[in-house]
């Protein structure tokens, strides 16, 4: 999920408490690793690299940013299982894995020599300084370890009542016979999922104030974005506004903390936010932060990996027969298989990052501190050696006695940073699939495959989805 960016440190801004002040206020206590730039790398450096391209640093960039499931396969097929990319800003140095032998070394590789939050520190400004997207090493480990026990087995059980029934009350009224785009319908119905479900937040009045709130705060671009590389821009309409908005969502996460910390019905609540409180020690801030990234990091992503799923689904009669045959029998194994074979074919995210604090061997080769290296998934996930007719959608792949490696199925990344939500992001996964087939035949407003399009970090459907849906007979 790593979108490296270079240092920002720059003058206290005003914001009171908000994140972007603790981040643009320069207080983030990160020792950075100097980025390896390409274009002052001596001669005998650039030679120990893989091979890559020759274009200009702004080219590459480009259509990295907006077509690197274009790009990717290319370069693999011209340069070998290991190429070198040199992206802007900063210069540097990027060395992409497709190989999962080669991504092994890497998300089993040392912590301290691999940092991922250290390519997400500009996140610091929304998430916070706490968020455990950019911490590194044993602040990191501390912060995941008070985080796993509200994701492990027996807590997901817990939440899938719930989740079945917000599954049940958003696809009840879908319009039969009309067009519309379903990703919409996934936002919206995933942002549900976290308000109540991992904020714990049921009341209706209160969820009428949240809504509009996280709706707003998670249409973050790269244009906000920009607030915290450049500090002045904070004072203008488009970023002073977007600031109002988080700091109105704080005031109400600090709101429910507090409440939730005097509850005395604590111990039989089961939502993420009070299980936290029951696990482990922590500060308004730390809880503040995490909401916060959990929020970030598991609205789009689940709404867009369902997406695709019932993309791939309404495209064939034979697989939505039999997935609607599961959902009536209830055999989840099958449903499973679906999410499996859909985040497989259709990665929402497409790449992830370790930037290199210590010069490191990866793939035979050493490669300097500074380097970032990254993980295709959407090289390893289309690899006709890891998966036959790799674009075939076909959930069989995930059933039977020779299940995929866990090594050539990577969507939520790996190692120690492999993602909190996989889990979480499976079983919502299941019970939306399951409302959804049980009630409704799902056909494609046009057969041929949609494009994806880069959203952020992530790749959704570029039309967004379009069906037309009609009751079961
Ligand atoms: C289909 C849905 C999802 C996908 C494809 C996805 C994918 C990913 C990926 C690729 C990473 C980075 C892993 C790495 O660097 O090795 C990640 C990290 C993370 N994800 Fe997810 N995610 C999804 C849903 C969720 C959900 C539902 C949540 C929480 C409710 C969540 C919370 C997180 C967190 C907290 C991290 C940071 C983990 C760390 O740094 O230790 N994700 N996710």
Not at 77 to 91: A, E, H, I, N, S
Request: charged share 25%; glycine share 8%.
């Amino acid at each position: 999920m790593s979108d490296d960016t270079p240092g920002h440190k720059g003058p206290m801004n005003g914001y009171g408490c908000s994140p972007w002040r603790r981040s643009v206020g320069g207080v983030t206590p990160i020792e950075r690793t100097p980025l390896l730039d390409a274009r002052t790398l001596d001669r005998e450096t650039a030679r120990g690299l893989p091979p890559g391209p020759r274009w200009p640093m702004a080219v590459q960039t480009a259509i990295f940013a907006n077509h690197r499931k274009w790009l990717f396969p290319r370069l693999r097929q011209r340069y070998g299982d290991v190429f070198t990319v040199r992206l802007v800003p900063g210069g540097r140095v990027v060395v992409v894995l497709s190989r999962p032998d080669h991504i092994r070394e890497v998300f089993a590789g040392p912590a301290n020599v691999l940092h991922t939050g250290e390519g997400n520190t500009v996140l610091a400004a929304i998430m916070g300084e706490n968020s455990l997207l950019i911490l590194d090493e044993d602040d990191h480990l501390r912060m995941r370890k008070q985080l796993m026990p509200a994701f492990h087995g027996q807590a997901l059980r817990g939440y899938q009542n719930l989740v079945a029934e917000l599954a049940d009350a958003a696809t009840a009224d879908w319009p039969v016979g009309i067009p519309f785009r379903l990703h919409d319908r996934m936002r919206a119905l995933t942002l549900e999922v976290i308000l109540q479900v991992v904020f714990g937040v049921t009341d209706e009045h209160r969820l009428a104030e949240l809504r509009p709130l996280v709706g707003r705060v998670v249409r973050v671009n790269p244009v906000i974005m920009l607030g915290a590389f450049y500090p002045r821009l904070l004072r203008y309409p488009p970023w002073r506004r977007y600031i109002g908005i988080q700091t109105e969502l704080d005031r109400i996460l600090y709101d429910e903390i507090a409440a939730r910390r005097d509850n005395a019905d604590l111990a039989e609540r089961t939502d993420v936010l009070s299980r936290l409180l029951q696990a482990g020690t922590w500060t308004d801030a730390e809880l503040r932060d995490q909401l916060v990234t959990l929020l970030l990091a598991g609205h789009e992503t689940t709404a867009t990996s369902l997406a695709w799923a019932f993309h791939e689904l309404a495209r064939r009669p034979d697989l939505l027969r039999k997935a609607q045959a599961a959902a009536d029998t209830g055999d989840h194994a099958y449903l499973d298989a679906i999410g499996k074979e859909s985040l497989r074919r259709r990665p929402v995210i497409y790449q992830v990052g370790r930037r290199l604090t210590a010069s490191y061997q990866v793939a035979g080769y050493t490669l300097p501190r500074g380097t970032t290296v990254m993980p295709a998934i959407g090289l390893v996930h289309a690899d006709p050696e890891q998966y036959p007719d790799p674009d075939d959608f076909r959930p069989e792949r995930f059933l039977g006695d020779h299940p995929v490696p866990p090594s050539s199925w990577i969507p939520f990344g790996g190692g120690t940073r492999r993602c909190l939500g996989a889990g979480f992001s499976l079983m919502e996964g299941t019970e939306v699939l399951r409302a959804v087939l049980c009630r409704y035949d799902v056909r494609p407003r046009r057969y041929e495959p949609e494009p994806a399009r880069a959203l952020n970090v992530t790749q959704v459907p570029a039309r967004g989805c379009e069906v037309l849906v009609s009751p079961r007979r």
